[in-house]
């Protein structure tokens, strides 16, 4: 069974990398005013009690502000703060273990680089979304593979399910990746790395409307 929550719209990855603990939770607030329809959070740095207090802190704010939130490959966060889900990477726990863990109604998103292959595979196992990328040159992962338009194109005409684009989006760049299929354009710096955040998130989300 796979989650009756969509996948779409503005994307951002909350990354601790960027976001200091004194700016997290008020960025995520600005960036969800300006239109992020789903949060992801993404922390590599911090001990398990600190991650356990921002990620819940996150879910309850985008439950009160209806947005999805997601956590970045650790499953057993996802299930102890009430996530809407998580999203797993080539080296996280199998999709199939995820779902037993966090139940059907769980969303699970899976990165599948740019391999349109490993998303077909991700669809038959009920993923919820899957994400391709990087599109364009990024400073968050500047040896990502590169993925190009026409995977996009592929992808939406043999996936029944949400597609996000990832790497180095812009809302110059962007509206090209919505015309060639994807459903999300997931985003860390170009929202959190801007001195306005609910006014970089607001130009992202323009271009779905």
Same mark, same amino acid.
């Given at each position: 069974?796979?989650?009756?929550?969509?996948?779409?719209?503005?994307?951002?990855?909350?990354?601790?990398?960027?976001?200091?603990?004194?700016?997290?939770?008020?960025?995520?607030?600005?960036?969800?005013?300006?239109?992020?329809?789903?949060?992801?959070?993404?922390?590599?740095?911090?001990?398990?009690?600190?991650?356990?207090?921002?990620?819940?802190?996150?879910?309850?704010?985008?439950?009160?502000? *209806?947005?999805?939130?997601?956590? #970045?490959?650790?499953?057993?966060? &996802?299930?102890?703060?009430? $996530?809407?889900? /998580?999203?797993? @990477?080539?080296?996280?726990?199998?999709?199939?273990?995820?779902?037993?863990?966090?139940?059907?109604?769980?969303?699970?998103?899976?990165?599948?680089?740019?391999?349109?292959?490993?998303?077909?595979?991700?669809?038959?196992?009920?993923?919820?979304?899957?994400?391709?990328?990087?599109?364009?040159?990024?400073?968050?992962?500047?040896?990502?593979?590169?993925?190009?338009?026409?995977?996009?194109?592929?992808?939406?005409?043999?996936?029944?399910?949400?597609?996000?684009?990832? *790497?180095?989006?812009?809302?110059? #760049?962007?509206?090209?990746?919505? &015309?060639?299929?994807?459903? $999300?354009?997931? /985003?860390?710096? @170009?929202?959190?790395?801007?001195?306005?955040?609910?006014?970089?998130?607001?130009?992202?989300?323009?271009?779905?409307?």
């Amino acid at each position: 069974m796979v989650s009756q929550l969509h996948v779409a719209g503005l994307y951002v990855i909350a990354d601790t990398h960027y976001l200091d603990d004194t700016r997290l939770i008020d960025a995520v607030a600005q960036a969800i005013a300006g239109g992020a329809r789903v949060i992801q959070y993404r922390d590599k740095k911090h001990a398990a009690t600190e991650r356990t207090r921002q990620a819940s802190e996150l879910a309850a704010l985008c439950r009160r502000r *209806g947005a999805l939130f997601i956590v #970045n490959d650790d499953v057993a966060l &996802a299930k102890e703060t009430r $996530a809407d889900g /998580v999203h797993l @990477g080539r080296e996280d726990v199998p999709l199939a273990e995820a779902r037993k863990l966090l139940g059907a109604r769980a969303i699970i998103g899976v990165s599948c680089y740019n391999e349109l292959a490993r998303a077909e595979a991700a669809e038959k196992q009920e993923a919820d979304y899957i994400a391709f990328g990087r599109f364009f040159p990024s400073r968050t992962k500047p040896q990502a593979v590169q993925a190009g338009l026409d995977l996009l194109r592929e992808a939406k005409k043999k996936l029944h399910i949400p597609v996000v684009a990832i *790497g180095g989006i812009t809302p110059e #760049n962007g509206a090209s990746l919505i &015309a060639a299929g994807a459903d $999300a354009l997931a /985003v860390i710096e @170009g929202v959190f790395g801007q001195a306005d955040v609910r006014n970089a998130a607001e130009r992202y989300a323009q271009l779905f409307k």
